[in-house]
């Protein structure tokens, strides 16, 4: 597998937010989010094998515990990936699938815990969401809607409403976007969209969802990476 990095930090967000967790990120991503925080994955890593990344899991977490499969996008390397989570589940990891459901969720073992980021318009990469993936979703999974605007939440009020999602996972997440550059204060001045603003939007709307907040931006420098 191509991979840009390998580090245990607290787990930012979904309701494991605030849990030590060991993150596997991977390389490489087919979209391009207007705010994405990660593209210092698109390119380069280093090969590794399962076996590598296995040891590095265990030696940062031994004995089992909360691990992250994130990227870039993990499923583009499916062949490889979904084997190493069916290792993690079975040395008894907590195996948690970051993707933004852009790639088929039907060879994710029953086991992972997915958690879906659902791309909104002010992404630039709206609609690229594959529909059939709701089929693969399990009362464990969470979805996450990361929102730059009014038209965001929008959408993802009525993606939900349209699809009855509360029912059908665990948790849904409304996450206000942060600046792609944002660096130095920890607050929520580097969000796209005002924590507050989208609270009370929520409370009006009694939206059956929960306020995401990215915890590690919060604690470290919004630039830091691997933590
Ligand atoms: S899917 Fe994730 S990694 Fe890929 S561009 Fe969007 S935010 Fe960045």
């Not at 265990?58 to 990936?81: M, Y």
């Not at 990891?93 to 029953?110: A, D, F």
């Not at 980021?117 to 690229?128: I, M, Q, R």
Request: net charge negative.
């Amino acid at each position: 597998m191509q991979v840009t990095e390998i580090y245990k930090s607290l787990q930012g967000e979904s309701t494991h937010a605030g849990l030590a967790c060991v993150f596997v990120r991977l390389t490489g991503c087919n979209l391009r989010c207007t705010w994405c925080d990660s593209e210092y994955t698109f390119h380069g890593g280093h090969r590794m094998t399962s076996d590598e990344i296995m040891a590095d899991v265990s030696r940062l977490s031994p004995g089992g515990g909360l691990v992250e499969i994130t990227g870039g996008e993990p499923l583009l390397q499916e062949r490889e990936v979904v084997p190493l989570m069916q290792r993690f589940i079975g040395q008894g990891y907590v195996v948690l699938l970051e993707t933004s459901g852009e790639r088929s969720l039907h060879n994710v073992p029953g086991e992972v815990i997915k958690i879906i980021d659902v791309k909104c318009p002010d992404s630039g990469e709206g609609g690229t969401f594959r529909v059939e993936n709701l089929n693969h979703l399990t009362v464990k999974d969470e979805l996450k809607f990361v929102l730059a605007s009014r038209a965001d939440y929008d959408f993802a009020c009525d993606f939900l409403r349209q699809h009855d999602l509360a029912k059908k996972v665990n948790a849904v997440l409304l996450s206000p976007a942060f600046r792609k550059d944002a660096t130095g204060a920890r607050d929520s001045s580097h969000c796209l969209l005002d924590p507050q603003q989208l609270a009370e939007w929520m409370i009006a709307d009694n939206v059956p969802a929960r306020l995401g907040l990215q915890l590690h931006k919060f604690i470290w420098d919004p630039a830091a990476k691997g933590v």
